[in-house]
């Protein structure tokens, strides 16, 4: 495919691109980075392109797969993630403060995907299914994960806090 190919044929599927990591990613920065990333790929891979291709739907899975590479990106924590925990600007005081630790402390007590998930569910305001596709669990999976680490953070609190 040629530059006024590619022109002609991908540059026009930017809105429907752009529509359709809307609808898996909610910030505005992600978003644009994964409609970036999709027309640089579509790019690099232009001469593999033919008229034999659908391009809108070639175009619209390049952009899905490239949301669900920023999803993977942004579902990476690290305990220095759960240490630095800021919910809001109130956390300012002892006592806030003492409850992040207290939790970020029960966080570091589950087991690794429990605690990816409950952080991506309540600190990324992932919903389970950009979880599951993030992680490529199934949906089933990720409430059961989500029920399970929840329970078992309740009931480390209760035990350790009551």
Not at 22 to 29: F, N
Not at 115 to 125: E, P, Q, Y
Request: charged residues 30%; contains cysteine.
């Amino acid at each position: 495919m040629t530059e006024e190919e590619f022109k002609t044929k991908v540059m026009p599927c930017r809105q429907l691109m752009l529509e359709s990591a809307s609808r898996l990613l909610r910030d505005r920065d992600d978003i644009l980075d994964c409609l970036q990333e999709a027309l640089t790929s579509l790019w690099k891979n232009r001469s593999s392109l033919s008229d034999e291709y659908n391009i809108p739907a070639y175009c619209i899975t390049t952009v899905r797969h490239a949301a669900i590479s920023v999803m993977r990106r942004r579902a990476r924590f690290s305990d220095e993630d759960i240490g630095s925990l800021n919910l809001t600007e109130e956390s300012d005081t002892l006592e806030n403060k003492e409850m992040l630790r207290i939790v970020a402390e029960g966080l570091n007590t589950l087991p690794e995907k429990q605690r990816k998930v409950i952080m991506m569910n309540s600190l990324s305001d992932m919903t389970g299914e950009e979880i599951a596709k993030a992680t490529g669990m199934s949906q089933t999976n990720i409430r059961t994960i989500l029920s399970r680490g929840r329970k078992t953070l309740k009931e480390y609190l209760k035990k350790n806090y009551e």
